[in-house]
């Protein structure tokens, strides 16, 4: 539905939306380690919603500061895949139903598979194998870790940052994204979802 909403609402005729799907045993697991350790470290350990991460932002916004993202990679799929663009309450309880109906008819590796596929990566630009072709010009089974980590990184904001080009503040999110997956035992980490 993302996907869709960008084209509809595309300012030009020329839009074209750029995507290739990779099956799970085509998606080099240091990328899909860097996204999990970006996106969503509880990912094996949850049933489709971080709690503590959710009351932890709306505490956070209460307060006068500001409403930060707390979504599951899990949410993710659910509104990329089903929902629209844009915030409302309705959306949200969608996105709730959505979650937990994925989260009971897939396993965990199928929605991290699902992911990397439809996640928006610059404009146009949907899932890894695009998104490496697009800002570095290679197949993601080429990426280095850095560039994985640069990928993930960019993903909460990938409209505004350009994994290619990055800022001081995009490198720092890489340099952490890689100490996390260190600290996450690197790619024998995701052989929990199996």
Do not use: C
Request: proline share 4%; aromatic share 10%.
């Amino acid at each position: 539905m993302v996907m869709a909403d960008r084209w509809l609402n595309a300012s030009n005729d020329d839009y074209k939306l750029k995507k290739i799907w990779l099956n799970w045993d085509q998606i080099p697991k240091q990328a899909a380690l860097a996204v999990v350790a970006s996106e969503d470290q509880l990912f094996p350990l949850h049933r489709g919603f971080d709690v503590k991460s959710i009351l932890s932002s709306l505490r956070t916004s209460v307060n006068g500061g500001k409403l930060r993202g707390a979504s599951t990679i899990s949410q993710q799929v659910a509104r990329n895949l089903y929902l629209w663009t844009g915030r409302s309450w309705v959306r949200k309880g969608l996105e709730a139903w959505f979650t937990l109906l994925i989260e009971l008819t897939w396993d965990k590796q199928r929605i991290l598979e699902v992911y990397l596929n439809i996640a928006e990566w610059g404009n146009g630009v949907f899932g890894l194998e695009a998104a490496s072709r697009y800002h570095f010009g290679k197949s993601a089974r080429h990426l280095t870790p850095m560039q994985s980590a640069l990928l993930a990184s960019s993903l909460p904001s990938p409209l505004r940052y350009n994994p290619a080009r990055p800022t001081q503040y995009l490198l720092d999110r890489a340099i952490w994204n890689l100490h996390q997956q260190k600290r996450l035992d690197g790619v024998r980490w995701l052989s929990r979802l199996e």
